[in-house]
């Protein structure tokens, strides 16, 4: 295991809370532990351009006593609740949001990345737009395909590692973060 990317919190998908996941600092703190290079993100639902930027900062304050050396990212997942509060966004003003998110991650010296399968990508996203900014390409079936240039491939949720109970997600770095 080369790296491993922490997921430190989340917004809330109904009241927009922002939550910290209660193991994020001993996940990072694991990784480090064992020389593991360690990436971070945050599920985004937000509805404003304040929001993502509050999001970007909420988490940059959070892996700020740590060395990360893998991207930074923004994981945006499907509407699948009808509650949800991104659900009537427009991708016009989600791809607002998320190049604010990436803008704010870049200004504090990390690497920005976005989250996503392809149905995400083209269904909620200006995929135009966000161009020069990495992507992590989430697809469990057969060999990746995306039409754009993408840094990492998520290949499977079903995973096994040691030491970790259950599932893991099982990822493949096309691009070397390790050597920023």
Do not use: H
Not at 18 to 30: M, P, R
Not at 78 to 85: A, E, F, H, L, V
Not at 106 to 117: C, D, L, R, S
Not at 141 to 168: C, H, M
């Amino acid at each position: 295991i080369e790296y491993a990317f922490i997921r430190v919190g989340y917004r809330g998908y109904t009241e927009g809370k922002l939550v910290t996941d209660k193991y994020y600092k001993d996940n990072i703190e694991g990784a480090i532990k064992n020389d593991i290079g360690v990436g971070a993100y945050f599920v985004t639902k937000a509805i404003t351009e304040s929001e993502a930027i509050e999001e970007a900062d909420y988490l940059i304050d959070c892996i700020k006593p740590y060395n990360i050396t893998w991207p930074v990212v923004i994981d945006i997942e499907p509407n699948t609740n009808p509650s949800d509060r991104t659900s009537t966004l427009q991708p016009a003003s989600r791809t607002t949001f998320v190049l604010a998110f990436c803008n704010r991650i870049k200004e504090a010296g990390y690497t920005p990345m976005i989250y996503g399968g392809v149905g995400t990508y083209m269904k909620y996203l200006e995929f135009e737009r966000l161009e020069g900014i990495d992507k992590w390409f989430a697809q469990y079936f057969n060999q990746p395909w995306l039409r754009y240039e993408f840094g990492i491939w998520q290949a499977t949720d079903s995973g096994t590692v040691d030491g970790i109970k259950g599932n893991v997600d099982i990822d493949f770095s096309i691009k070397n973060y390790a050597e920023k």
